[in-house]
């Protein structure tokens, strides 16, 4: 298991299109996807875990990464949240 710890830097934090992309992003990977929000653990592939994150802009997360791609995948999810896509 790997962990990195990142800002949320999207002006509309991880709602509506920066949530759905993030989904869409960690749906590519094999790997077990969390992000650890104020001591709450999401599953980054699903949708309705992440919108009910409540993640806004400037919240810490701890990605956590587990499984066969798992240094691929926290590279390019922490990646994506520190870009700050909208």
Do not use: Q, W
């Not at 759905?20 to 599953?43: C, M, P, Q, R, Y």
């Not at 949708?47 to 590279?75: H, P, Q, R, W, Y």
């Amino acid at each position: 298991m790997l962990k990195k710890d990142v800002i949320v830097k999207s002006v509309s934090g991880l709602h509506a299109r920066p949530g759905s992309n993030l989904v869409e992003l960690a749906l590519t990977f094999k790997s077990d996807i969390k992000l650890i929000h104020n001591g709450n653990s999401i599953n980054a592939k699903e949708i309705l875990e992440v919108m009910m994150g409540n993640i806004n802009c400037g919240d810490k997360l701890t990605v956590e990464t587990s499984g066969e791609d798992e240094k691929v995948a926290l590279d390019a999810i922490c990646d994506y949240i520190l870009k700050g896509e909208e």
